[in-house]
């Protein structure tokens, strides 16, 4: 058999899916995942979930553990190979039994596969029951590699071991022998022999039981006479307890109509009371309007507080308003202000910039001045003609240019001036502090704004509070002077409301007297009451009503039993046989019961036979598995342990490859431990399972073990699954990383879960 595919939704798993292929399946997952719920899943849809099962100490019942976390019903699909074909096993809900509904059908088709059921699924396809599958080929989450003994276990080991033949087995065929002998010698509920036994004595005592029966009718005879004398007083005295209790009913009667006539006058005193009062509103009208009173009680402090708050947010606008007033900026806004600071401050750098230009121009034309003398003058000297005139003339020129620098210099003051007049109408010293300033302005303008809209906020809501209260004020007043036109103020509504709800409680009550007067005066009378006067001359018996009742049906039980006793013992009288034919039967009970002895050491001779014959069937038992784990052992520990041997219980002893005496696995490690039973699981297996080739599952069955005991381990599974298939479910990844690169191995890791 091999498994292709799961689908699941079960504990954590809903609606998901798992793919295996052939051989050793490697499935890497984290703790909390789903591993191990996989694990479970498979032997669910193999051998069902155990509905007998309860929760106890330190144990949740599988139907309980894998209850679907998304509240989805348990329901989950496996498709595996079998017998050469492929078949689609399904298992869903039936009302709250999970996994109640079954199917396997042939994967295509839909063909119903023939002996297949939910109780015979995982024995057809395995082989083995649950618990063999368990104690093998199955370790779950948490669980041990320790194989235990089991009867079915021991019954699939030996006969497999011994013959080859599962139904050939020393368990069946000693409990076979047992339940013969049971049936001959146990006790007188099953076994033939003491039946016997007691038929016999039975035989020899009926000779004696008509003198008996004779004594015993004329016993039952006085004894009824006499309890029928004790019923009749008895019957008399529970009459006269009667005609007591229908005194007691009458005066009851009497009484209670006494309480109804006084019922009746007390609601014609409050109807009487109400005239005097407008027609009343219905109960849950008055409700409301004490309701509405009591809002009028809690709005007032809520507009007082309005009201401050209102006064405080005025005042802080006013505040805000004086705090927003600048003469830089008459009648602004804020980004007005802004915008014109830089403005502003754009006209002071142009003119900043004017009166740099003009002080720079000044040396310049200075020094072109005298140069231009200076070349004037050279030039008279070398043309001739005199230098008087060329010295005249380079004064002019330079005179020109001087008078020009002169009047650069004149305007760049003048730029000057015109740029620190702009600082100043602003009071500051540079056009940063010109910017700061109207910046300040629109905030200070915007904090007006603000408190102006918490002004029409406080006012809005002050507003609808009082609009509420006039609102409230009318209507209750319009609804109490509808009954009460007297009310002038609050105070008066108040006493109004209450005196009416009083009023109407009070009537109600009155009400529910009158009618509970009616009703048990009517109640009284069906009982039988009459309003006539006592009878006083009755005696009150010395017992109890109760008393008497219970020894009357003693009494009368008492008489049935004699008159049933006498009837048998009637019965018996005539039902004794003729000694002759009490003989003859005695005689053949004898001789059955001679017969039976003989088959009872027959029989016992055989179990001793046979468990003579089981001695010599564990002479072949235990070499065989322990030849199998043995070899598995040396394999998982390198050749370092080449023995091991089980006991009946299937507790192991290994012998080192250098040792002598083999040591039990109490004394060896734990890593050491865990190799011996792994391989004893797989000897198991082989000897169980391996002609069905049911798949091998182990989860964390390897968390134990060291790096080296690890990989040999490995090595060996992957060996293994070259003719079944291996699901290894594990938390960690060095398994992946031993066994990476390997075609026949399928490594595959499944999500953490969100």
């Not at 699939?156 to 087995?169: H, M, N, P, T």
């Not at 310049?364 to 010295?391: D, K, T, Y």
């Not at 001359?537 to 009368?556: D, I, K, N, V, W």
Request: aromatic letters at 4%; one cysteine or more.
């Amino acid at each position: 058999m091999r498994i292709k595919r799961m689908t699941a939704t079960f504990g954590g798993l809903t609606e998901q899916r798992l793919e295996l292929a052939p051989g050793l399946n490697l499935i890497q997952a984290p703790n909390e995942s789903g591993k191990s719920t996989w694990a479970g899943f498979l032997k669910a849809m193999l051998y069902g979930i155990d509905t007998r099962d309860r929760d106890k100490k330190g144990h949740l019942a599988d139907k309980n553990r894998y209850q679907p976390w998304s509240g989805a019903p348990m329901e989950g699909e496996l498709l595996l190979e079998w017998q050469g074909r492929d078949i689609t096993i399904r298992r869903g809900p039936r009302g709250s039994v999970p996994f109640g509904t079954f199917s396997a059908v042939y994967t295509g088709t839909e063909e119903p596969v023939p002996g297949l059921t939910a109780d015979t699924c995982g024995e057809l396809l395995l082989g083995v029951g649950r618990e063999v599958f368990e104690r093998s080929a199955f370790v779950g989450q948490g669980g041990s590699l320790t194989v235990t003994a089991a009867p079915e276990l021991e019954r699939r080991i030996a006969a497999l071991v011994s013959s080859g033949q599962e139904d050939v087995s020393f368990s069946q065929a000693e409990g076979r022998l047992k339940e013969w002998l049971n049936r001959r010698r146990v006790n007188r509920s099953v076994g033939r022999i003491p039946q016997l036994e007691e038929a016999l004595a039975q035989a020899s005592a009926v000779r004696g039981e008509a003198e008996q029966a004779n004594d015993e009718v004329n016993l039952l005879s006085a004894e009824r006479a006499g309890l029928a004398r004790r019923k009749e007083q008895l019957e008399v005295e529970l009459e006269t307890h009667k005609a007591l209790a229908r005194r007691e009913l009458n005066r009851k009667l009497r009484q209670v109509r006494a309480e109804l006539a006084q019922a009746e006058v007390e609601q014609e005193g409050l109807r009487q009371e109400q005239a005097r009062f407008l027609s009343l509103p219905d109960r849950e009208e008055l409700k409301r309007a004490q309701g509405d009173l009591a809002l009028l009680k809690a709005l007032e402090p809520e507009i007082k507080l309005g009201e401050e708050s209102l006064a405080q947010a005025e005042a802080e606008l006013e505040q805000a308003r004086a705090q927003a007033v600048d003469p830089q900026f008459p009648g602004m806004t804020g980004d007005e202000a802004v915008q014109k600071a830089e403005r502003d401050t754009a006209e002071h750098q142009r003119w900043t910039e004017k009166g740099r230009r003009c002080r720079k121009r000044v040396p310049m034309l200075q020094l072109a001045g005298a140069a231009a003398a200076v070349l004037i003058a050279a030039g008279g000297m070398i043309a001739g003609g005199g230098l008087f005139p060329w010295i005249w003339l380079a004064l002019a020129a330079y005179g020109a240019l001087a008078a020009a620098s002169l009047i650069s210099l004149s305007a760049g003051k003048k730029a000057d001036a015109a740029g620190r007049r702009v600082l100043e109408r602003y009071g500051v010293q540079g056009t940063d502090e010109v910017i700061a300033l109207a910046r300040a302005y629109r905030e200070r303008t915007a904090a007006a704004d603000r408190a102006a809209q918490q002004v029409r906020l406080v006012r809005s809501g002050l507003s609808e509070r009082q609009a509420r209260r006039e609102n409230t004020r009318t209507d209750l007043f319009q609804f109490v002077h509808s009954f009460a036109p007297e009310v002038k103020d609050l105070f008066g509504c108040s006493a109004a409301l209450s005196l009416a709800l009083n009023l109407e409680e009070r009537e109600a009550v009155a009400a529910a007297r009158l009618d509970g007067a009616r009703r048990l005066y009517e109640a009284l009378k069906a009982q039988g009451g009459r309003e006539e006067p006592e009878d006083p001359a009755l005696e009150r018996p010395a017992r109890t009503l109760e008393e008497t009742a219970a020894q009357l049906g003693t009494a009368q039980a008492e008489l049935e039993r004699a008159e049933r006793q006498l009837n048998m013992a009637l019965g018996r009288q005539k039902a004794v046989g003729d000694p002759a034919a009490l003989a003859a039967e005695e005689e053949s009970l004898s001789r059955e019961l001679e017969r039976r002895e003989g088959e009872y050491q027959a029989i016992s001779a055989a179990l001793e036979g046979l468990k003579a014959a089981n001695a010599q069937l564990q002479e072949r038992f235990s070499p065989e598995l322990n030849r199998r784990a043995a070899d598995y052992l040396s394999r998982l520990t390198g050749g370092r342990y080449r023995e091991l041997s089980l006991d009946r219980e299937l507790d192991a002893s290994a012998t080192e490859g250098s040792g002598v005496l083999p040591r039990r696995a109490l004394f060896l490690s734990k890593g050491t431990v865990d190799q011996i039973y792994l391989a004893v699981r797989l000897a198991v297996y082989d000897l169980c399972l391996k002609e069905r080739r049911a798949p091998l599952v182990l989860d964390d069955a390897l968390a134990a073990f060291d790096d080296g005991r690890m990989a040999l381990a490995l090595d060996l599974l992957a060996q293994l699954a070259e003719d079944r298939q291996i699901l290894l479910f594990t938390c960690q990844s060095r398994e992946a990383a031993c066994l990476s690169g390997r075609p026949e191995v399928t490594i595959q890791s499944l999500p953490a879960r969100a």
